[in-house]
Each structure stands twice: as structure tokens, then as C-alpha cells.
């Protein structure tokens, strides 16, 4: 019995294909200390505050908010970094951010007027809310 050239280079572009697509993995690897999604969102929201602290008082150093937030949820920036870039490829950090935007607002009822008049005048969206 003959076997064909052509069906036996099908059959093995086949298999190529196959082991191409079941060998594909995860383009990041899980981090070792992921910070929960809750508290990525309870992080960002600070993060997002002392940043608007920062825009208010100009003499202040964002560097230092930052490692303040960080530290008083006490987390390392290395595991804060690799969570973020985790939940970034993992198309996960919108879901966080739209979170952290809930809980700016419960901080600062003040923040949802600010965003709907905003809306009101210009009728663009602004960045966190779209």
C-alpha cells in the first residue's frame, strides 16, 4: 500500500497546527503575591485621590503619595507593578477600574456632581467614567 506525499504532509500540518494551538499558554505567568482585585481597586482609588491632592497642592511630591498608598495597604510596588501588568494583559483592569471609580464616589460624593456637570457642559466623557 502507497502513501501519498502530499496526504502525509497534510496530515503533518495538521498536527503542527494542533500542537500550536494547544501548547499556546498564558502570556504572563501568574505573580506570586497578585493583590486581590478588590484591593487593586481600593489602591487605585487612593492612588487616584492623592493624585488629585497632588494637583491641588503643586509643592507636593507624587512619588511620596504613592509610597504612602502603598504602604498603608501594605503592599511592595513590585507586587503592585506585576499585579498591574497581570490585569492589564489579562484584559482584567477595566472591571478594576470602573471599582475604584465606585469607591472614589463613595469617598467623595462631591466627585459624581463634578463628573455630571462636567458631562453637562462639554458632553465628552471623561476619562474614568467612559
Given at each position: 500500500?502507497?502513501?501519498n506525499?502530499?496526504?502525509?504532509?497534510?496530515?503533518?500540518?495538521?498536527?503542527?497546527i494542533?500542537?500550536?494551538?494547544?501548547?499556546?499558554?498564558?502570556?504572563?505567568?501568574?505573580?506570586?503575591?497578585?493583590?486581590?482585585?478588590?484591593?487593586?481597586?481600593?489602591i487605585?482609588?487612593?492612588?487616584?485621590?492623592?493624585?488629585?491632592?497632588?494637583?491641588?497642592y503643586?509643592?507636593?511630591?507624587?512619588?511620596?503619595?504613592?509610597r504612602?498608598?502603598?504602604?498603608?495597604?501594605?503592599?511592595?510596588?513590585?507586587?503592585?507593578?506585576?499585579?498591574?501588568?497581570?490585569?492589564?494583559?489579562k484584559?482584567?483592569?477595566?472591571?478594576?477600574?470602573?471599582?475604584?471609580?465606585?469607591?472614589?464616589?463613595?469617598?467623595?460624593?462631591?466627585a459624581?456632581?463634578y463628573?455630571?456637570?462636567?458631562?453637562?457642559?462639554?458632553?465628552?466623557?471623561?476619562?474614568?467614567?467612559?
Amino acid at each position: 500500500m502507497e502513501i501519498n506525499n502530499q496526504q502525509i504532509m497534510k496530515k503533518l500540518v495538521f498536527i503542527f497546527i494542533m500542537l500550536c494551538m494547544f501548547s499556546c499558554g498564558d502570556y504572563i505567568d501568574k505573580p506570586k503575591n497578585l493583590i486581590e482585585p478588590a484591593k487593586m481597586a481600593e489602591i487605585l482609588a487612593d492612588l487616584a485621590i492623592t493624585d488629585q491632592a497632588v494637583n491641588i497642592y503643586e509643592n507636593k511630591n507624587l512619588e511620596a503619595g504613592t509610597r504612602f498608598v502603598l504602604k498603608t495597604h501594605q503592599v511592595k510596588s513590585e507586587d503592585f507593578l506585576e499585579s498591574f501588568k497581570y490585569y492589564v494583559i489579562k484584559d482584567k483592569m477595566k472591571d478594576i477600574a470602573e471599582d475604584a471609580q465606585k469607591i472614589v464616589l463613595k469617598k467623595d460624593p462631591k466627585a459624581d456632581k463634578y463628573i455630571q456637570d462636567k458631562l453637562k457642559k462639554s458632553g465628552n466623557v471623561p476619562v474614568l467614567n467612559r
